[in-house]
């Protein structure tokens, strides 16, 4: 989604704003912009499309100013284009932002009665105009209070002025803003990425907070105006692999990375001296918890429906999964003993962070499973489980999910452990299966060969079913997610046991339906299921895993076996084939599979 960057210092800063900017290219945009300050004067260049088209444009005319902001858009209020991508200006300021301004549409009514003419569709411009407004009788600091109390919605800011030679203003509500301090320069970034190649010296303002920047300076305000102190934080130095290497696509690659990245996290997280799961400072007793909410959006909602199976089977706890969106206008019931632990990758998530800080303004007891670990859903909740995947590029989310879904494991066993609710011998062969994960993820990939001849019925078809129960029902909805959202192709994840409930009027000839039967408690009902669609005519791609019993069913088009492990890690190794599914149909497609239509990395607004 939108990214913003701004630089000021005393060179030239147009190179190094478009170098930031190609950082939050995994972002997800449509367009990109550029505006900096020379004698006096804005220039301002903007393009539909690429930032590499952006810094063909800008190469040909050498943009000089020491002071700049750029962005890349990913469209809300009007179509992708060149009028529309940001900065915004007018003669005397010109302003990036990110988020949706809800009140817009009243603002821009009052500043239109004023003499304002817009040019674009956004709902950015009315931040050009009520400053400029605001400056025919105000002084800086006041025009900007002003502006920003007039202001409905979540936003970042990013503003720089004609006749300010050495300032940025950075404001923030609801979108994340980072500072980052160089020699002689200062930096503004939508997240610490964006700065990483510059500083790993960063401040990170909160809700209603803005800033000045000048090259050797950065003052902090509350959103009356009242000078504030911030912590100064130290970025990590591991840069993360931003290379696609050798492979096609992000995606191909941050699927295959999945054996090492869940060899990173077991042992992040698996002591295996003592033969115990770490959960390092966690900062309540097992006592102190009831209740579990997991919370999230997308795959990552996925992964916490996924952990309410294993908090259930292990645990007596009462577990909930919701989605962020719903979550947040829900009349909830907040109580001393319940856990809320908010699942995101990114950790920028609005919806999730929204709810996040709905639950800290109840003051609840709150836990982020994230990737990012300097992420603002992060900073903000009171304990982090990192999933140590290494930066996710790809927009569909691949081996974050099994991430998440690790990291939730080995709390749910963890907490059953303590609350003694499974034996010291079962928590340790637990744990010793969990040593075999990443071998066994790596022997999954092989499936590949056999997942690609089936894509063509994927590809051809109207639409598609991912059906499972119990365990394997989180896994269909992911399952489904992946196909929609790559190949662009309908696709319903569904409890298999509903099918007769209504879904199997949509079953006729030739259909594909995947159906997921690991050999649970679950696989005679979920194989009956599956000869009910059969019968109906559906093609069914059956994954299961490997055994040496028959299959209970003729007319099964396609199995796929996946290696045998205990049921709980089913899930881990069920879920590749079907990221290779949807990878695969994506592809034979001609889609754009790291960047799919309409689709942005980081969700940044509601
Ligand atoms: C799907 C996908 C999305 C994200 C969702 C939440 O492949 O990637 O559904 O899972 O947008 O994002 P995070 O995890 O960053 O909060």
Same mark, same amino acid.
């Given at each position: ?8 210092? /005393? ?73 529309? @991508? ?9 302003? &990036? ?18 003499? =304002? ?66 020699? /002689? ?14 500083? #790993? ?14 090259? /050797? ?11 504030? +102190? ?18 096609? =696509?992000?995606? @191909? ?13 077991? #042992? ?18 097992? #006592? ?43 009349? /909830? ?9 908010? &699942? ?15 639950? +800290? ?38 081996? @974050? ?89 309908? @696709? ?16 006729? +000839? ?18 009956? +299921? ?77």
């Amino acid at each position: 989604m939108c990214g913003i960057v701004g630089i000021t210092s /005393n060179k030239p800063v147009s190179s190094s704003i478009i170098n930031s900017l190609k950082k939050l290219e995994y972002r997800g945009y449509d367009s990109a912009g550029i505006a900096t300050l020379l004698e006096g004067k804005i220039n301002e260049f903007k393009c539909e499309g690429r930032v590499k088209t952006l810094e063909n444009n800008i190469s040909k005319i050498k943009m000089l100013g020491t002071v700049g902001i750029g962005h890349v858009r990913w469209a809300t209020h009007g179509v992708p284009s060149t009028l529309n @991508a940001h900065p915004h200006s007018s003669e005397s300021v010109s302003v &990036v932002h990110n988020g949706i301004i809800e009140n817009s549409s009243t603002l821009k009514k009052f500043l239109v009665e004023k003499g =304002h003419i817009f040019k674009s569709q956004t709902d950015t411009e009315v931040i050009v105009h009520l400053i400029t407004e605001y400056l025919k009788d105000n002084d800086l600091k006041t025009s900007i209070l002003k502006m920003l109390k007039k202001l409905h919605g979540s936003f970042a800011l990013g503003i720089i002025f004609k006749d300010e030679p050495d300032l940025i203003i950075g404001a923030r509500r609801g979108s994340p803003l980072a500072v980052g301090y160089g020699p /002689n320069e200062n930096y503004l970034g939508s997240d610490s990425y964006a700065l990483k190649s510059m500083t #790993n010296k960063i401040s990170y303002l909160n809700d209603g907070e803005f800033c000045v920047l000048k090259k /050797n300076s950065v003052d902090f305000f509350d959103e009356n105006g009242k000078k504030i +102190n911030k912590k100064i934080l130290e970025l990590s130095s591991e840069e993360g692999n931003y290379d696609k290497g050798d492979y096609k =696509h992000f995606m @191909a690659k941050e699927i295959e990375e999945q054996p090492t990245t869940i060899k990173n996290c077991v #042992n992040e997280y698996i002591d295996k001296i003592n033969k115990d799961i770490n959960l390092l400072n966690f900062p309540w007793k097992q #006592n102190e918890i009831n209740s579990i909410k997991l919370i999230g959006c997308g795959t990552a909602y996925h992964s916490c429906l996924m952990a309410k199976h294993w908090f259930e089977q292990l645990t007596d706890l009462d577990i909930s999964a919701d989605i962020a969106s719903e979550f947040r206008y829900r009349k /909830n019931k907040f109580k001393k003993d319940n856990l809320y632990i908010f &699942v995101s990758q990114s950790g920028e998530t609005a919806d999730t962070f929204a709810a996040l800080d709905l639950c +800290n303004k109840n003051d609840m007891k709150t836990c982020s499973v994230v990737n990012v670990v300097e992420s603002s859903i992060a900073r903000d909740s009171n304990f982090v489980l990192p999933i140590h995947c290494g930066p996710e590029i790809g927009v569909a989310s691949t081996k @974050a999910f099994l991430g998440q879904m690790l990291v939730l494991y080995f709390f749910s066993l963890k907490l059953a452990y303590l609350r003694k609710e499974i034996n010291k011998e079962k928590y340790l062969k637990k744990i010793q299966t969990l040593l075999k994960l990443p071998d066994l993820v790596k022997k999954t990939l092989e499936t590949e060969t056999q997942i690609q001849s089936s894509c063509n019925s994927f590809v051809d078809a109207k639409g598609s079913m991912f059906l499972g129960r119990g365990a394997s029902f989180p896994i269909a909805l992911e399952g489904a997610l992946k196909l929609k959202e790559l190949a662009y192709i309908h @696709a319903e994840g569904y409890p298999a046991g509903e099918m007769k409930h209504g879904p199997l009027a949509l079953i006729e +000839n030739g259909m594909p339906v995947v159906v997921i039967a690991p050999r649970d408690k679950y696989y005679n009902k979920t194989i009956s +299921n599956m000869q009910e669609v059969i019968a109906r005519g559906a093609k069914v791609l059956l994954i299961t895993n490997k055994s040496n019993d028959e299959i209970l069913s003729e007319n099964i088009w396609q199995t796929v076996e996946v290696e045998n492990i205990e049921d709980d890690l089913l899930p881990f190794l069920i879920t590749i084939p079907l990221q290779k599914l949807a990878y695969h149909s994506a592809l034979k497609k001609g889609y754009d599979i790291d960047k799919p239509r309409n689709l942005a990395k980081s969700v940044t607004v509601e």
